[in-house]
């Protein structure tokens, strides 16, 4: 992805599937639904939305979780093509099963 004209960029990593308490969200489904919601708030503090977004990394606990997360994030972007890795992490505190991390640019 070629970026041209952006004046900032942000760096956004470890986002994990945590309610407001802190808790990790209780499935697959709920941990990915607060990411992207969490990414979404960080994203508008810093008057960007995830149309800014220009490279994501996802760190999965169990490689079963990539379909998942690949439909997640295809909904989050509304099918924007964004460059994309997604990489296997056993180390992953249990409880967190996905955890993205992503650059935009502005």
């Avoid at 810093?46 to 997360?69: C, F, H, K, Q």
Wanted: charge should be neutral; glycine fraction near 10%.
């Amino acid at each position: 992805m070629e970026v041209r004209g952006a004046t900032r960029l942000l760096f956004v990593a470890g986002t994990m599937g945590l309610a407001p308490s802190g808790k990790p969200g209780t499935g697959l489904e709920e941990q990915l639904n607060l990411i992207w919601s969490n990414i979404r708030a960080i994203l508008a503090s810093a008057g960007m939305t995830v149309d800014n977004i220009v490279r994501l990394t996802s760190y999965l606990r169990d490689p079963a979780y990539a379909e998942a997360n690949a439909a997640a994030r295809t909904a989050a972007l509304g099918g924007r093509p964004v460059p994309t890795t997604a990489i296997v992490a056993t180390t992953l505190a249990s409880d967190w099963l996905v955890e993205i991390e992503v650059i935009a640019a502005g």
